[in-house]
Structure formats: C-alpha cells, structure tokens
C-alpha cells in the first residue's frame, strides 16, 4: 500500500470512530423536582447558565407532564459547548411545551450558534402547541439543525420558556492534529517494512565486527 492509500485508510478510520454525544438528562434522578442548575456534563457535553431539571421520580404525573429532561423558564439561559472547549456541530433536539398552562400557544425557540470564526448562526424552532400525554417522551417533537450548525465553539437559547431533551451534536476533528497522528503512522509503517535501511549504514557493518 503506498503512502497515499494509507493517509486515506488510517483518516477514514478516524473520522469513523468519531462519536456523536447526547445530553438525555437521565442521569439527573433527583428526589425533588426543578432543581436550579448552574451548569450540567453529560457524555463529553458542558451545559452551563441558568435551568432547571425534571424530577424523575414523578413521571407520568399532572404536575409535571413532561418530565424526562431539563426545562427552560422564564429568564432562563443555556449555553451549549463542548467539556473539552472542541468545535462541534448540532445535530438535533427535541422541545415540548413547558407545562399545561401552555397549550394551544405556538412558540418559537430560537437558538444562536457562535462558530470558531466568530461569525453566528440562528435557527427558530416552532412547537405545536398540543400536549399529547404527560411523562416520558409523548410531549416532545424531534427538531434537526441545518448544516449551517458546524464548526461551532458554543450554542445558546436564551428569553424562551420550554423543555428540552435529548442534546445530540457531534465533535469536529482537528485537522492538523488529525494529520499530525497520520503522519506518525505512516513514518512507523515505513520504519517497520521489510527492507527498510536507515539512510547512511553501512549494510556490511555488523559483518565486520
């Protein structure tokens, strides 16, 4: 395999074992519900600014039809980033109304991406405003991101009061420590294949001891 063939195996393979990361919330099984939240890591994901969680213990009840996840309420504020401070893009989130006091409204969630260029992105989602059931996942609508989502250093969605669930957004390699790690590869490869003479030995030279 020449050494062309191999910086398109090895990269191939790193891009494909990059994994997305999802914020599910589950992991927030507090026995008192709406606890504030200054900042929350879930699977690689940073959630920092001012939000609440769901209890887990009451799912299902009138008091809290949507519960599963984390809600937004008035004057609430998340910013969305990486542990690590990695560029990353948004790939999708599920939003419900906030409680029963909101059916039948059509709100709009808007969320403002900050990409590594500084240059910003928005994207408004609209929710339904009808509240099929209460508990698990019945409330929430499936909401995808465009592909102007990338290369992001952090996401933010601010003034709005609704639940959200189910974060998912994937790292962006970084290409020069992605080439950095292919050209290693390749220069053990090349030490490692048969015949290899490191340039300026002599051959005979163990011969002669």
Known sequence: MNKTASVIVVYTILLSTAHGAVVT????????????????????????????QYGMNIRGSASNESSGGGRLPDNSYMRIQLSDGGNFSMETVELAEFSLSYEGMLQTISFTGTRSDNT?????????????????????????FSAEFSN???????NTIASIDNITLSPVPVPAALWLFVSGVIGLAGLARPGFRPVGRDPTAARQL
């Not at 900042?39 to 600014?49: I, K, P, T, W």
Request: hydrophobic share 40%; with cysteine.
């Open 25 to 52: 919330f589950e992991p927030l099984r507090c026995l008192t519900c709406d606890a504030i939240k200054r900042s929350y890591a879930e699977d690689g994901v940073l959630l920092s600014g001012y939000f609440t």
């Open 120 to 144: 910003t992105v928005t994207q408004d989602f609209i929710l339904d405003g009808i509240i099929d059931g209460r508990g698990n996942l019945a409330d929430y609508e499936l909401f995808e």
């Open 152 to 158: 992001l250093m952090y996401v933010e969605v601010s």
